[in-house]
């Protein structure tokens, strides 16, 4: 599927830093709950991410990452997910998260 310059435009992608990360043994698949600060345009959001194969909850804290911050909050289990942490699946399906190379880059900064 092909999608236009407009559509790509929609989509807010930005970067956040983790400050607060917590086990989130109620999931299906193992996963860690996220609070993710984006600055002071968005503010503090919150997110579940399946990420636990590769990650501890207090090794998070600090890491920058990007995540869309424009889609509709949405309900997974007991935690209403409010941006969704982008990842990249590894050689066994596990995800690793995509963060900035170490660079400056200020918090809530979108994608282009």
């Known amino acids: 599927m092909t999608i236009d310059h407009a559509d790509f435009e929609k989509v807010e992608i930005r970067m956040g830093e983790i400050v ?5 043994p109620e999931a299906r698949k193992p996963a ?3 609070w993710v600060d ?4 968005i503010g503090v959001k ?3 991410a399946g990420i636990a194969a590769h990650y501890d909850p207090e090794g998070l804290v600090g890491k920058r990452v990007l995540a869309v911050t424009n889609f509709p909050p949405r309900q ?4 209403r997910s409010e941006v969704l942490v982008l990842g990249l699946p590894d050689e ?3 995800i690793v ?3 900035p190379d170490g660079l400056p880059v200020p918090l809530g900064a979108r994608l282009c």
């Open 32 to 34: 860690i709950r996220l």
């Open 97 to 99: 998260l995509v963060s």
């Open 76 to 79: 997974i289990g007991p935690v």
């Open 46 to 48: 919150k997110s579940s």
């Open 20 to 24: 607060r990360a917590e086990p989130f």
């Open 38 to 41: 984006f600055g002071d345009g």
């Open 92 to 94: 066994a399906g596990e």
